[in-house]
């Protein structure tokens, strides 16, 4: 069989370009349904972009790199391709949009386009070798019960990262990068909760309170969330992205920045109150218990202000080492991957064999939480798309 552009992946990346690759496409899978990330992302609704999209979003060796398809293709584009699917959103926080409705509506939108530019989707399928001749590629592929050979102008490697393997995630895009002389830079679990010594935080699994968690790198503040395994929420999710092995965080509890004048005033006006049980007003009780041997023993007026200060000093700069992450089995991404080095930033074709492209997660670009990495997604495997 011979088609002019074989999709390796009905994923986020992989659907789009096959939207906009023009005739002969063929997209394969070796899931029993496309999208199947969508689906599960944004607890069913699908962060699918983010009003603010821009480079400083974006992890990669190459932070220029993803300029040119976030510019060819924005947030706008996807969000006037939903007006015309009739899909209405919402802006839940600082830019991120997800769907009124269940985020399947964005995968029956994706098919919708697929099938309008007349695209096959082969679900079920497995690679089970690849070459590259001088007609093209050449992939012998398993499906439904058969082992097929498909010729192809171009290739189109969209098969994600190595983020939950149960859901199918595979190291096969590196794979291939290797096989056709690219490399793959360091690959990590990344969006992913931080894990912390048996029973550090368990006493306080499930509270949840703004921060700004910080490393030697960046900042985030958001919502930090306390888990029997250790810390998640969004605001550790975004730093593990920049976090490694041995380095420490620093929490950040009062983010606003208020505490301290909050407590001279209340220690004016209700001094017999006891120090943690004011602080309770301002933070989450189980979470002040937890501190409580760390802080100042009595009421308000017993405090000066040099020991209001310091203990604050000490809530805004809670100095915390990480043992590990929950790695790839709930990463939301892959951080890492198909060095930018080896590809074009405007077509995502491969500068060592031509027709070949990588689209979405597989390559070395990583978005933080928020909808960004979805736009990543739209934009590279439209880019693709555009070229072939
Ligand atoms: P994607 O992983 O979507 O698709 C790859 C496809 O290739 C899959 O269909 C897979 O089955 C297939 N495949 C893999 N190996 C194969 C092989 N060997 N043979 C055949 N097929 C193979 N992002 C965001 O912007 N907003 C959000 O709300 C969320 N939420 C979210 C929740 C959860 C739980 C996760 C795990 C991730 C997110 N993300 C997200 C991240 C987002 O899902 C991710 O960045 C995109 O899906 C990447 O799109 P790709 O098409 O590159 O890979």
């Known amino acids: 069989m011979q088609v002019n552009t074989l999709i390796l992946g009905a994923g986020a990346a992989g659907m789009m370009c096959a939207a906009h ?27 699918f972009t983010n009003l603010y999209t821009g480079p400083e979003n974006f992890l990669s060796e190459n932070p220029h790199f ?38 399947g509506q964005i995968i029956a939108l994706l098919r919708a386009e697929m099938a309008r530019a007349g695209a ?106 306390f888990t029997h395994r250790g810390l998640s929420g969004p605001a550790i999710l975004q730093i593990s992205s920049y976090w490694r092995e041995g380095e ?20 004016q006006s209700a ?3 006891n120090l943690t049980t004011e602080l309770a007003r301002h933070l989450p009780a189980r979470l002040v218990d937890h501190l409580a041997p760390g802080l100042p023993a009595g009421n308000l007026a017993d405090q000066s202000d040099a020991t209001l200060a310091e203990m604050v000093a000490g809530l805004r700069a809670w100095h ?30 491969s500068r060592h064999l031509p027709r070949l492209y990588f689209i979405g997660e597989s390559v070395d670009v990583t978005g933080w939480l928020g909808g960004y990495n979805f736009q990543w997604a739209w934009s590279s495997g439209w880019a693709a798309g555009q070229a072939i």
Not at 71 to 99: N, V
Not at 249 to 266: F, H, V
């Open 271 to 273: 001094g017999r109150r």
């Open 320 to 349: 915390l080492r990480p043992g590990g992450s929950e790695g790839y089995r709930t990463a939301e991404v892959t951080l890492g991957g198909v060095s930018t080095d080896g590809l074009s930033s405007r077509s995502m074709m």
């Open 66 to 103: 993803c300029k040119s398809a976030l510019s060819r293709y924005t947030q706008w584009d996807f969000i006037d391709l939903l007006a015309r699917h009739d899909i209405t959103w919402h802006e839940k926080t600082l830019g991120q949009l997800f769907c009124d409705g269940r985020s």
């Open 120 to 225: 096959d989707l082969w679900l079920q399928a497995s690679l089970a070798g690849l070459s590259h001749d001088d007609q093209g590629f050449r992939a012998e592929i398993d499906h439904e019960g058969a082992r097929r050979t498909v010729r192809a102008r171009n290739l189109v490697v969209a098969t994600g990262g190595r983020s939950i393997p149960k859901m199918g995630a595979t190291g096969l895009a590196y794979d291939i990068a290797r096989q056709f002389g690219h490399s793959v830079t360091e690959t990590r679990p990344a969006l992913v909760p931080l894990t912390f010594p048996e029973g550090r935080f368990s006493a306080l699994s499930g509270i949840a309170t703004p921060a700004r968690v910080a490393n030697e790198r960046t900042s985030f503040e958001e919502a930090v969330l």
């Open 21 to 47: 690759a023009g005739p002969g496409v063929l997209v394969l899978d070796h899931a029993k349904a496309p999208g199947e990330k969508i689906r599960i992302s944004g607890g069913g609704r699908c962060n």
């Open 248 to 267: 420490e965080i620093t929490l950040d509890l009062d983010p606003a920045g208020g505490l301290l004048a909050a407590l001279r005033e209340q220690r």
